[in-house]
């Protein structure tokens, strides 16, 4: 379980304060206008951002004083971050252990990338970006994974296909995942809770 215990967040002159518990394995949508504290919450839980008071305690341990290394959190931020002096398949594979390159490809073929592999970043669309991007984050051993408006650059069609792989993978794997998103149709899909902020 995740706790988020009277956590309270200082940006500029605003304050935004968090007390939420969340069942392990469960799916959290969140939901909110613009500059509410949506990605604040989920950098201050990733350690990228220091709380000013309160704990998160995963499975009853504090992680708030943790390293960003050292939380057990795989983070896909709005921006994908993709190195781009490498291909593809590299991108994916950085920190990644007991993954095979075919388990790789597998995953890649459901989210129809395995054409992109060997490219590098710089010849990928932005759809691509995203989706390399969730690839990485999703197949991480971490067991509480962060996506901030991870379909945002998708079509429909794309956004379907890949919402149900994000699903799938989370729950057959028992990852605990916290997502932004504007749509609904994001909450209904995916969402054990939603929150709105």
Known sequence: MLEINQLNIQLGHHSLNYHRQIPTSAIVTLQGVSGVG????LLTIAGFIKAQSGSILWHG???SQLE???RPV?????ENNLFEHISVLQNVR???????DQEIQSSAEQLQIEDQLHKMPAQLSGGQRQRVGILRTLLRPEPLLLLDEPFAELDHQTREITADWVADMARSNHKTLILVT??????EKLA??????
């Not at 949506?38 to 919450?41: P, Q």
């Not at 795989?74 to 709005?78: D, E, I, S, V």
């Not at 054990?192 to 902020?197: A, I, P």
């Open 68 to 70: 960003v290394e050292q």
């Open 38 to 41: 949506k990605s604040s919450l």
């Open 61 to 63: 341990k504090d992680i």
């Open 182 to 187: 504007h749509q609904q149709e994001d909450v």
């Open 74 to 78: 795989a983070m896909l931020f709005q």
């Open 192 to 197: 054990t809770q939603n929150w709105l902020l």
């Open 94 to 100: 950085l920190g990644l252990v007991n993954i095979s």
